[in-house]
């Protein structure tokens, strides 16, 4: 009758290179509280939100960083593919304002794509600091596209933006492929190839040359393929003719667009830069942003104060309370697993609030910080050649220094590395010699007691992260990585930026974290009623005396399978009773670090890298972990230990 | 700085000899604070010319090399990029005189 049907709301694809702000612009299109999760370092999954302005309702989805559709990595595959597979969404191309003449050939690519296009001329404020900003009603003009000015950070344009993406036409093909590139294309779109794709097909892309083999049939396909070898040599040949040719479109069509720049962005910045990259400068100026950042911040400012303070609470308020309620309930074992010493407040919540919770936010705070500034890509730069060794490249930093906050949410951002070789070795090393931020908590909490022993478990985890990386790299098959990165210009760190960042970052944690703790919990409290426990702790029993620890120790080891943090946290209790030495805690400290990672992280190297070798992981990890725990304690003991 | 070939000293963007004819240079080879052209890429190198194109170095553009340890950092424009040594040699220039 009168219940008025509701649109299906349009759909939106956020496209653009790395580094213009695509994410602070679907913060801004999806509002700060949209129930998504996006995602770390670079947006590795594809990401969705709803989008409530300027009278419209639209889907939007995030979709990784990418230069060309002419994909290099895993990410920009993802990206591709939603792409190519969203055929009736809008797509909102995300340039930089102030490197048109650089975002431009994607737009022209995105042109051929046919779908729905508007252009998102962001960092126009980038641009003014400059003099130079673009002439962006000339260049819609010239593009036949809508253009539209925008701030992602201040939130300037972005209603104007979402208006001209409500009302978005598929644009003319007046920019498309030009010739005489489209005269090789003609025949595999005649037959009903993509245009885009028949072009990424000849241009080398192995993915999108199966897909035109289906559909335009094999011998059409191979006549391209011999027609292209015949006037430019290769696939290779033919890309780099196409990106030489578009990019002439492109400075054509900036002409009166873009005036040249009154003034360059600054000695003072370039000069920072300079000292940022100089290994002289720059490698001891990495030890300062370590120390302070990660060491102060988030060692004694995260895992210290805020911790103290949170568990005080606990302690004193949560956890009486919890048990006062439910004296009442009847049976014992009910009773335990909410309130026991495995229960799911007094042990699942109270690790994930109390513990957890401010270590991994101050984390996410300090690297979102580090991210927004610029300072991640001239890190990966720095330690380029170092890492090399280890059969990774610069590239790697992103996803490593990840994984001192969380290694599952490091090893999902292994994507981003070109090769399998390099996603493996830096699983591998994730798995093994990376600590948590929440287990390097408890364990230099554990460790405070020594000097000694926190320099002795860290040269230990240093020396296990290079012999590991080196064999690996030596070990497994493959070309050598290549490095190659934009350096974006440093900029003072946007608050808002930071805030977003973090808080989509805590807030996937929790969601994928928060569960398995309760679960951890509970099958801790089965495993006890069931005494299931004592057995396995039985067994480990005798492992854990060879590497002399006390057999109390091997229940935390249980434990750490669950969760390396409750393992740690075990060893903490033994410490505190005085049940263990300070060669025994090195010990126990170093193999439970090294040990098997948590569960979440299991299956997380089991969805990216498959079952074996997430068992190879688990197997290589473990016997790395007691081994090196037995040598260092047996050492400690030889050379009559410290007192 | 005179082109040993014809004499000019204006350099090879627009060589006055109207040929297609340069000193090829490998951009590796470049010093820090060199100036060049892009003149071809090394299409024997395969899939690290996808890695090239996305930096945006193709043909015609001109790079200044910013520094070149630990890894080649170059100005393209008012963009900063950074390589290493075995991309770089995939890249021919034109040395700016």
Not at chain 2, 22 to 44: K, M, P, T
Request: net charge positive.
């Amino acid at each position: 009758m009168g219940a008025s049907r509701v649109p299906r709301p349009a759909r939106w694809l956020l496209v653009g290179a790395p580094n213009v702000g695509k994410s602070a612009l679907f913060g801004r299109l999806t509002g700060i509280y949209s129930t998504v999760s996006n995602y770390p370092g670079t947006s590795v999954e594809i990401v969705r939100g709803r989008a409530t302005l300027a009278g419209v309702c639209a889907d939007v989805v995030d979709t990784p960083g990418m230069h060309t559709l002419l994909a290099v990595t895993e990410e920009e595959r993802v990206a591709r593919r939603a792409l190519l597979a969203e055929a009736d969404a809008t797509v909102i191309h995300i340039v930089d304002a102030a490197h048109l003449e650089r975002s431009l050939p994607l737009t022209l690519q995105l042109i051929a794509l046919g779908h729905p296009l508007v252009v998102a001329c962001n960092l126009m404020d980038e641009a003014r600091r400059r003099g130079a900003a673009p002439e962006v009603a000339l260049l819609a003009e010239r593009l036949g596209v809508p253009v539209v000015g925008t701030v992602a950070t201040t939130g300037e344009g972005v209603e104007p933006l979402a208006a001209a993406a409500a009302a978005a036409v598929s644009p003319s093909d007046g920019w498309g492929l030009p010739e005489p590139f489209a005269a090789l294309a003609r025949g595999l779109v005649e037959r009903r190839a993509l245009p885009v794709a028949a072009e990424l097909a000849l241009a080398g892309d192995e993915e999108c040359l199966q897909q035109v083999r289906g559909v335009a049939g094999a011998d059409a396909t191979e006549a391209a393929v011999a027609e292209r070898d015949g006037r430019w040599g290769s696939a290779e040949g033919f890309a780099v003719a196409l990106a030489t040719a578009r990019r002439r479109m492109v400075l054509a069509l900036l002409a009166g667009v873009v005036a040249p720049p009154e003034r360059d962005e600054g000695r003072r910045r370039r000069a920072l830069d300079r000292l940022l990259l100089s290994p002289w400068t720059g490698l001891p100026l990495v030890a300062l942003v370590l120390y302070f950042a990660f060491y102060r911040l988030v060692g004694g400012f995260g895992a210290g104060v805020l911790v103290d303070q949170i568990e005080t609470l606990f302690e004193r308020w949560i956890g009486p309370s919890v048990r006062q309620a439910t004296a009442l309930v009847p049976w014992a074992p009910l009773r335990d697993l909410i309130a026991g010493p495995y229960g799911l407040v007094t042990l699942g919540v109270r690790y994930a609030v109390a513990i957890v919770l401010p270590i991994v936010t101050t984390f996410f705070l300090v690297f979102a910080l580090l991210e927004d500034c610029g300072y991640l890509p001239r890190l990966a730069l720095l330690l380029d050649r170092a890492l090399k060794r280890l059969g990774l490249s610069g590239r790697a930093v992103i996803p490593l220094v990840l994984g001192f906050g969380c290694g599952t949410m490091a090893t999902l951002v292994t994507r981003t590395l070109e090769t399998r070789r390099e996603r493996l070795i830096a699983t591998l090393l994730l798995a093994l010699a990376i600590p948590c931020s929440a287990q390097l908590g408890v364990v230099l909490g554990i460790l405070s007691v020594s000097a000694a022993a926190v320099t002795v478990w860290a040269l230990v985890l240093v020396l296990v992260f290079l012999v590991v990386g080196r064999l690996a790299a030596l070990a497994l098959p493959g070309r050598p990585p290549s490095f190659y990165m934009e350096l974006p210009p440093l900029r003072w760190p946007s608050l808002r930026n930071v805030l977003i960042k973090t808080g989509t970052r805590v807030r996937w944690y929790f969601a994928e974290i928060l569960p398995l703790f309760l679960l951890a919990s509970v099958l801790l409290w089965a495993g006890e009623l069931t005494g299931l426990l004592t057995r396995a702790t039985g067994a480990l029993v005798p492992v854990v005396r060879a590497i002399g620890l006390p057999p109390a120790a091997a229940s935390a080891f249980l434990y750490g399978f669950l969760r390396r943090d409750f393992g740690a946290a075990g060893l903490y209790d033994l410490a505190r009773h005085g049940a263990l030495d300070a060669a025994g805690l090195t010990t126990a400290a170093v193999t439970i670090t090294l040990f098997v990672p948590c569960v979440a992280q299991f299956l997380m190297m089991r969805k990216e890298r498959g079952l074996g070798v997430a068992l190879t992981v688990l197997a290589v990890a473990t016997t790395i972990a007691f081994a090196m725990g037995g040598a260092v304690g047996w050492l400690i003991r030889a050379v009559g230990g410290w007192s | 700085m005179k082109c040993t070939m014809c004499g000019s000293a204006s350099g090879c963007t627009g060589c006055p000899i109207g040929a297609d004819f340069y000193v090829a240079q490998s951009l590796g080879g470049l010093e820090a604070g060199e100036r060049a052209v892009v003149r071809h890429l090394d299409a024997r190198r395969g899939a690290d010319l996808r890695k090239l194109l996305a930096l945006g170095l193709m043909p015609g553009v001109e790079v200044e090399v910013e520094r070149r340890w630990p890894a080649l950092v170059l100005r393209m424009g008012y963009a900063t990029v950074a390589l290493d040594a075995e991309l770089a040699d995939a890249v021919f220039v034109a040395r700016a005189v």
